[in-house]
């Protein structure tokens, strides 16, 4: 363009960072290449796959997430806790980069801990969001990848902040994140009130992250279930993801499940059978599209 | 993505957005007040953009808009606002951009009510009537057409009805709720619509 040739400007050969952004404060970064490029020619193939939503009540704040780490297509740990308690009185479920979110956290503990030894009190939920926000927002374009929901409980009452890397923090009353969220979020948005009770919540939150579990590929193992009440945090539960699903199935299925050698179609069908029941359709009746497949076809 | 609108008249100004906080395809809220960034009950940022982009950009504004006025004890012109609001997105244009559309509103006793219009690319220009967005598509006929100079609050609120009720007509996401500020009288009004 004119003004370039004007001017000789040239565009930069490397894709790095600028040298005006700030040093990755504290942290040693290989020199020579950008993380981004470092990470994708020799790191592994980071996957953000998960199931986690927190949302607040009256009684508190729930924390609920599955516990499988992938990378890629292979499940690094079946049994991982993605729910990372900051202080007694706050909790942070985690998505995105496991390595991410658990230095990042310890880091939100060390300043935590810090502001309450210099100030007398510990800051309140949506303090600690504002901290985590702005100490993420140095490292912008580095390819962090922090998406967590902060669920605490302090002078204000139950509070949840979503904070992503990249800047985004957001005070609500129902957040779910990760690939599994947008089946969670299904399962919330039409169960949450206010106004549960306690047993409710905990039948609402792990109903929906065993529906996500049951969708998406890269949620599953076991459903893990936090609660942070006016005394603290507490783990409620832990319990298996394809158990709980099956369980629920049987709450709303009263017949007795046919055939076990027919695992996958089965409960899909009898489950969708057994959902349009309560809405509208007489028992045994199918809607089209419905069709169970017999024992011996075989479809591509 | 963010639909903003702004109408200038002889002695108000009004500013529009959707109130929907997106993130890909999932609503993260329905009821979303962090697109307006006012500055001392007298001028108005509205930003619209990815979410985390816009949060950090609008804050680092404020503050700095803050800083001058404590510094100087004295508040900033909205054209000074404007142009180091323009020039800071064009500092980190090329080095860290923010993707964020912004529409720049304020009163001051130098030159009255402004309105600027600037995008993620650093483009500004000071104007009458403007809209950024997908929706700012279908909204930027609509106030041409029903722009005048000697526009009146209540017309400029028709306006933004009629903008409002396209979009529910005519643009694929569903947007139905809407946050307003008007600025007349020296103050700021909150002001919140459902089509």
């Known amino acids: 363009m004119a003004l370039q040739d004007v001017c000789k400007w040239q565009s930069p050969d490397t894709q790095g960072p600028s040298p005006h952004l700030p040093r990755a404060g504290g942290w040693a970064v290989p020199r020579g290449c950008d993380p981004q490029t470092f990470l994708q020619i020799h790191g592994p193939r980071l996957a953000h796959g998960t199931t986690t939503l927190a949302f607040r009540f009256r009684h508190g704040v729930i924390a609920a997430a599955d516990t499988r780490s992938s990378c890629g297509s292979y499940v690094a740990c079946p049994a991982s806790c993605k729910v990372i308690p900051v202080h007694q009185h706050l909790l942070g479920t985690t998505s995105g980069t496991s390595a991410d979110c658990a230095t990042w956290y310890r880091v939100l503990q060390r300043e935590l801990r810090l502001r309450e030894l210099r100030e007398g009190q510990l800051p309140s939920v949506a303090s600690a969001a504002k901290l985590l926000s702005a100490m993420m927002s140095r490292y912008r374009g580095l390819d962090l990848c922090v998406a967590t929901a902060l669920c605490g409980w302090d002078r204000s009452g139950p509070m949840l902040f979503y904070v992503y890397s990249d800047g985004t923090r957001l005070q609500g009353d129902i957040f779910s994140v990760g690939s599994g969220s947008p089946y969670a979020y299904g399962v919330l948005d039409r169960g949450y009130r206010y106004d549960m009770s306690t047993q409710e919540a905990y039948a609402l939150a792990r109903c929906a992250v065993a529906h996500a579990t049951h969708r998406d590929a890269y949620s599953g193992g076991s459903v893990d279930l936090f609660h942070v009440r006016e005394s603290g945090w507490e783990h409620v539960s832990r319990s298996d993801a394809c158990v709980l699903y099956m369980e629920l199935q049987k709450l709303l299925e009263p017949e007795p499940e046919e055939d076990a050698s027919h695992a996958h179609p089965e409960p899909a069908t009898t489950h969708r059978a057994a959902e349009d029941r309560e809405l509208s359709v007489g028992p045994g009746e199918m809607t089209p599209g419905d069709s169970r497949m017999p024992a011996g076809t075989e479809t591509v | ?195």
């Open chain 2, 1 to 195: 993505m963010d639909t903003l609108i702004g109408i200038k008249g002889k002695d108000f100004i009004v500013l529009g957005a959707d109130s929907y906080c997106i993130n890909s395809i999932i609503k993260l809220r329905n009821d979303d007040n962090t697109k307006f960034y006012d500055i001392n009950g007298k001028k108005c940022l509205l930003l619209g953009g990815s979410v985390g982009d816009r949060t950090q950009f609008g804050e680092y504004i404020r503050k700095n808009i803050h800083l001058y006025q404590y510094q100087n004890s004295t508040d900033m012109y909205v054209k000074s606002f404007a142009f180091y609001t323009r020039k800071q997105l064009a500092y980190y244009l090329r080095r860290n951009p923010y993707e964020v559309n912004c529409l720049i509103a304020g009163h001051d006793n130098q030159s009255g009510y402004q309105l600027y219009w600037c995008d993620y690319l650093s483009n500004m220009d000071a104007v009458n009537k403007g809209a950024h967005g997908y929706g700012g598509y279908l909204a930027n006929a609509i106030l041409d057409k029903y722009y005048h100079e000697n526009i009146t609050l209540e017309e400029a609120l028709l306006t933004f009805k009629k903008c409002f009720e396209e979009l529910k007509k005519r643009f694929l996401l569903t947007q139905i709720s809407y946050e307003l500020r008007i600025m007349y009288d020296d103050k700021i009004e909150t002001q919140y619509v459902t089509v």
